[in-house]
């Protein structure tokens, strides 16, 4: 088993060995996984904090040894907690990194970091307030950044923030924590998840106060929710159809 590091600031993770494959999700500095096969161009990877495979350009990864990959991951969790921010190299040239990067690993990387960093577990009314720093962040399927991001790397990257694991699909979100009956029991910080025609469920957000909710549709925005699901002021409609609403914390 080989083991890998992202050295850079966001790394396509793609469902096939190809650059023209589907984009599945990002990988963001510092973060670890498992290469379960190697290629000459490509590798299948694990991704450590959430299991998530796929493929990865192997230009784009350090490989790292099963010690250092094993250190890594017992290191305290640091979360970068800016937007944007830079990692300065050996070299004394910057690395942009985003919300959410584990600046942790900028040490074993000889790297710098000196901006701000969340360190602990927040609060569940920190969820809200985590939220809305994506405010307007345009949607990207398979994104996990403000630069682009799709509604479950939305959601995973809030509550990663905030010091608490989502899995990464919207499917498998709503697998974990406990069902709530109605909307009159959630609190600020519950997710609602929404299904397509087949009950298949595709869609994901956090719920707010007075029966609103932000989501990742289009961009990252705040629409109104009611049993019926998500209404869309400007377009008038209903745009998502209320399946289930989870209390992970």
């Not at 096939?16 to 299948?44: A, H, M, N, P």
């Not at 010690?67 to 640091?78: A, C, I, S, T």
């Not at 950044?145 to 990464?168: A, E, H, N, W």
Request: net charge negative; proline share 2%.
């Amino acid at each position: 088993m080989k083991y890998g590091l992202c050295n850079l600031s966001i790394v396509p993770l793609r469902a096939e060995s190809s650059d023209q494959s589907e984009l599945v999700s990002q990988i963001l500095y510092g973060e670890t996984f498992k290469v379960l096969e190697r290629r000459k161009k490509w590798s299948k990877i694990r991704l450590q904090f959430d299991s998530y495979e796929g493929w990865i350009d192997n230009k784009q990864f350090t490989e790292i040894s099963k010690e250092d990959f094993k250190k890594l991951n017992e290191l305290p969790v640091q979360l970068s907690s800016d937007l944007v921010n830079f990692i300065t190299t050996r070299e004394n040239q910057l690395i942009i990194i985003t919300i959410g990067s584990n600046v942790a690993a900028s040490d074993f990387l000889a790297h710098q970091y000196e901006g701000n960093k969340v360190e602990s577990s927040l609060t569940k009314e920190a969820i809200i307030d985590t939220a809305l720093l994506y405010l307007n962040a345009p949607y990207l399927w398979g994104g996990k950044s403000p630069l682009g991001i799709d509604c479950s790397g939305f959601t995973q990257m809030v509550y990663k923030l905030c010091g608490y694991s989502l899995l990464r699909d919207a499917s498998q979100q709503a697998s974990q924590g406990e069902a709530l009956s109605f909307i009159e029991e959630s609190e600020p910080g519950d997710l609602a998840f929404f299904d397509n025609e087949e009950g298949i469920i595709t869609h994901v957000g956090i719920i707010m106060e007075d029966h609103h909710i932000i989501h990742a549709h289009g961009k990252v925005r705040i629409d109104r929710l009611d049993h019926t699901g998500i209404f869309n002021a400007e377009k008038r409609t209903h745009t998502h159809k209320l399946r289930v609403i989870k209390r992970i914390v």
